[in-house]
């Protein structure tokens, strides 16, 4: 997919994206109580910092449900970040240790090589 709204050419390739995030959304749900416990902290923080916006207690009580639901939405949403930056380092180790091992060059796999391993 190219974008030509700009003076120079972006290519953008939307299937490594979709499988990006396939992979962190794997590893989300396969790791849930992990991803619940950054879900509650993002979460937390996300009230606290909302909190010191307001000066008076009587106008943050007033809006606590909404700002709180918005909140935990928030926070589910930005939960699978820290999957998507650890499937990128396993990627990035992955292909260190192919390098190293191909004598410094970088050889692509097919699935069909690897499923007649």
Do not use: C
Not at 7 to 26: E, H, K, Q, R, V
Not at 81 to 90: L, N, T
């Amino acid at each position: 997919m190219v974008i030509e709204i700009f003076p120079f050419s972006l290519d953008i390739n939307t299937t490594a994206i979709a499988g990006a995030s396939l992979w962190s959304l794997a590893l989300y749900v396969g790791f849930s109580p992990i991803g619940q416990w950054v879900t509650e902290r993002l979460d937390r923080w996300f009230n606290f910092a909302e909190r010191s916006l307001y000066t008076s207690a009587e106008e943050f009580e007033k809006t606590r449900r909404g700002r709180e639901s918005q909140n935990a939405f928030s926070a589910s949403v930005l939960s699978i970040v820290p999957f998507f930056a650890g499937r990128e380092s396993v990627s990035l180790w992955g292909r260190s240790q192919s390098r190293q091992q191909l004598g410094g060059e970088f050889r692509t796999v097919s699935l069909h090589e690897l499923w007649h391993l």
